[in-house]
DNA sequence: GATAAAAATGATACCGATACCGTTTTTTTT
DNA sequence: AAAAAAAACGGTATCGGTATCATTTTTATC
């Protein structure tokens, strides 16, 4: 594509009448360097309108500054504004964030890892802690540091940095039975390969067990994380002889899916049927009813992973395994 | 960090029996290597655990199959639909995606564009056609290829995808004309360096002329792209004396605070006054009531700017400069 | 079966920065 | 002012691939 030579650290040396090995610790090293050089360097890559190649540099300091994340998909705003506030908190220390979305598919986040790695990324910040054997060999294989977001584990190798999943599902299941509901259905994300959606549900049953409540596996749906397939979940309870008085959705968008379909179908909520969420996504406030929810700290998610990551750079071996940052229940009209 | 020795492709090329270079070619272009040495050097690969170093091939090929591109913020998930769809397109032919976020601030732009351009991006997609001197100076210097989304402008040297906003406010504002609305007030996401701000604004100016109805820069609000500032700016609209009927909001997530206070002021929505938006985000079509907005090919945008950056790599010139995904109102109960 | 053409492979240099170690210059010490 | 220490700078090798051109091997042609 470009003919014209690119102007390299060579050119800015000879231009400042220093070596390149100067020129280049002028630029990146200051301290090492006399300040009328310094300056000489400077200017003359302001002169030449010099900007370092990366990879060459990546090369022989054998470090990215890149940090590879991957999350379920972009289009679901909780993640958007994960991976907003992690990149907020990264870029200002020159690093640069590397984003795949697996759109829920192992295979694809194995394919992203290996990109990852293949760009050298010095760290990895993944969603969930459900991967591929062959993904964690890999990531043993090339020693790369890894911090888990989105939910909780103890005994692991890699840092994490979320909250209980099963703690708030537990939760919000416990209120939803104190508030009388005696029939509360579910409808769960996709189970497979999400440890999220599995926490979830593990929390609702629980809370339920721990109650006296029976468990009831005729209303409990599965859905994608789509409005469609939660409208389509709450249709199939809607038709139910004895529908419950009340479901949990394990994510507000399934909820949002929930809600229209009620609305369509003349079922008030929350008279005729409460409806819980999970996620706190920005609509649930805006919605008539208003969704009663789970909240989860998305951003501190995000700055949190991106201070750890940070510190997992310079070589701080002092990082606490399990970041815990809490949620609470949104409580509005639904439920 | 990883004291391991690395495997290089010099380590699989002794494996297999090969030259590194007979190597590097029977995994990066196989046509040029026999059925049989290919296969020994794959399995040497694979046996190896060998992923190559991006950044070697990336200097010695220098091309880096990453494409950069700017958008305001994720948080806004149009913006995440689009890059969302810009991944779906590009990542399946191993180009990988620099995602930069500017908070609409031009210096945060021209520190991306440093960035992407020191990674060597091999092109750059970037949200609107304003940009600073210096940015477009660095992309004259440095030659690369641009795409442009979200609006569009004939007579630029780069391509563009979108479609016109100044189109979509037009015709907005003509259909509230043309639905009765005698005083529309307007409220418009922040001008500065915002040729989709700017672009909507002169639609409706230009259509309130062409209809004979009086420009009123009293009913005229600016907010930025955040909930609070379209309630603040509806709230202040609500005060007047002579109040609009209807309101135009530039974005959606402005109408939807404007909607809230609305709601919280018990003013009723059409009736006390009407309300459109812009952007049709999901949120729209689950409020009560439907909010009315612009329909915007969000995700097309990203794919058809995956395409054409991927044409540009390839070297192909024959590439349609304005790409005009078009629009449509989308027309619920609010207005 | 000799010759030309095509396919497969290899040797060497190079992409552009910095690490490493050595040399020169300046500053400090006594 | 001589010796020692510190600061500044530079030569060379190197990171890990691939482009380029040369060479060998295989296949096709008549």
Redesign the pocket.
């Known amino acids: 594509m470009s003919k014209r030579k690119?102007i390299?650290?060579?050119e800015v040396a000879k231009f400042a009448g220093?070596?390149?090995?100067?020129a280049?610790?002028a630029?990146?090293?200051p301290?090492?360097?006399?300040?009328?050089?310094r300056e000489r360097v400077e200017a003359a890559a302001k002169e030449l309108n010099?900007l370092?190649?990366f990879a060459?540099?990546m090369?022989?300091?054998?470090k990215s500054n890149m940090v590879g994340v991957i999350v379920p998909t972009l289009s679901n705003s909780i993640f958007a504004d994960t991976i907003q506030a992690l990149t907020e908190a990264i870029a200002p220390q020159g690093v640069q964030l590397l984003i795949g979305t697996n759109n829920y598919s192992m295979e694809r986040e194995d394919q992203i890892i290996k990109t990852f790695i293949s760009h050298r990324a010095d760290a990895l910040v993944l969603t969930g802690h459900t991967h591929t054997d062959y993904a964690e060999e890999l990531i043993r294989n090339f020693e790369i540091p890894v911090v888990e977001i989105w939910n909780l584990r103890q005994g692991r190798d890699f840092a994490c940095v979320g909250m209980s999943n099963y703690n708030a599902a537990y939760e919000m299941t416990e209120y939803l039975i104190n508030k009388g509901y005696k029939r509360i259905g579910y409808i769960g994300g996709l189970l497979a390969n999400n440890d999220r959606s599995e926490d979830r549900l593990r929390g609702y049953k629980q809370a339920l067990r721990d109650n006296d409540v029976e468990f009831d596996f005729s209303i409990i749906r599965e859905a994608e994380f789509e409005l469609p397939s939660g409208a389509e979940a709450m249709r199939s309870l809607l038709t139910l002889s004895d529908r419950p008085d009340c479901v949990f959705a394990s994510s507000d968008i399934i909820a949002f899916g929930a809600l229209i379909e009620c609305q369509n179908k003349g079922v008030s909520i929350p008279d005729d049927i409460a409806l819980a969420g999970f996620d706190d996504a920005v609509i649930g406030s805006m919605t008539k009813p208003g969704l009663t929810t789970v909240r989860i700290p998305r951003r501190q998610i995000g700055l949190k992973a991106g201070n750890i990551v940070l510190k997992m750079l310079q070589g701080d071996k002092d990082i606490s395994l399990v970041n815990d940052l809490g949620f609470d229940l949104a409580i509005r009209d639904s439920a």
């Open positions: 690119r390299t650290i060579q220093v070596s390149p090995i100067t280049s610790r630029l990146g090293n301290k090492l360097v006399k300040e009328s050089t010099f370092p190649n060459a540099g090369l022989s300091k054998n």
